[in-house]
């Protein structure tokens, strides 16, 4: 069942990234607003409240708090590593090296989409401001992130996480 979850949170996150801007038939979910009644889902307040929680964890400067709102099977793609992370110890091994940055984010940009009663995503650019810890400078650095999220045992946690230093205009 990991390799499973595993491989349905990389599509998952692969999907969003491609198929971003467009609602699919048949997801049987309507996208309405937060006062909509009919929807048995999360609204979108709920969903994009997630990354206060997660920046929320960073600030704390806790490896560990950061790598709790990780689904134990998760796939995270660190903006500042090469190496994927598949697992809880690896998820808090890049933790505990990029918090020493002190990072904070900022969404620049959000697109947030509901598929169903336990499953969303939350896909675009944030601002991480890192700082420096040799000499405490604090620089910003934009990044596309996605974010696709699952209720288990009645927690949002993170399956798939991708973050890429946004390129350059070209």
Known sequence: MKRMSRTRAVLAGGLAVATLS??????GVARGGEGDSRRAGPGER???ALFDRWNAALRSGDAERVTDLYAEDAVLLPTASPRIRTDHAAIADYFTHF???KPWGEKLRTEIEVLD????ID??????????????????VDARYTYVYEKRGGTWLIV???????????
């Open 22 to 27: 467009t609602v699919a038939a048949g997801v």
């Open 46 to 48: 709920e969903i994009a």
């Open 99 to 101: 918090l020493r940055k």
């Open 117 to 120: 009663a336990d499953s969303a």
């Open 123 to 140: 896909a675009g650019v944030y601002r991480f401001h890192l700082t420096d810890p040799a000499t405490g400078v604090t620089k910003p």
């Open 160 to 170: 798939n996480h991708h973050s890429s230093v946004l390129p350059a205009e070209g």
